[in-house]
């Protein structure tokens, strides 16, 4: 589940938010994300995959947020190391179409969850 977005790394990209299937961030009021929605994290690392800067920390335990230590987290090491661990970026300059990504995977899965809920937006809430 995400726990953490380390402010004085983040480049308020905005990658984390567009790619997150479950629309856990949300642009906060100084630009950069905020963890919204923690509680719908599925756990499944597109964020801190995406984040350039290794910025995001996401900890393997899906089904409880856990308590972490940010100066912890950033000295030990693992920002980021899910991404790299991955190969998320060795074959970024041969397939430029990115197909070898995830992406496309859940932006079909999202536009098919739309289509189910009458082509609403994911961020439409009842």
């Known amino acids: 589940m995400i726990e953490l977005i380390v402010e004085e790394r983040c480049t ?6 567009e790619v997150c299937p479950a629309n856990v961030l949300e642009p906060g009021r100084a630009g950069l994300p905020v963890l919204a929605r923690v509680e719908d994290c599925q756990t499944c690392f597109m964020c801190e995959l995406y984040c350039r800067t290794d910025a995001i920390y996401v900890a393997p335990d899906c089904d409880r947020r856990v308590s972490v230590n940010k100066e912890q987290v950033v000295t030990s090491g693992r920002l980021g190391q899910y991404r790299k661990h991955s190969g998320w970026d060795e074959w970024a300059e041969r397939f430029l179409n990115e197909q070898w990504l995830m992406e496309t995977v859940f932006r079909r899965a ?3 969850a739309a289509q189910a809920r009458g082509g609403r937006p994911a961020a439409a809430k009842e």
Not at 12 to 17: E, H, L, Q, S, V
């Open 110 to 112: 999202g536009e098919a």
């Open 12 to 17: 308020d990209c905005g990658a984390c938010i």
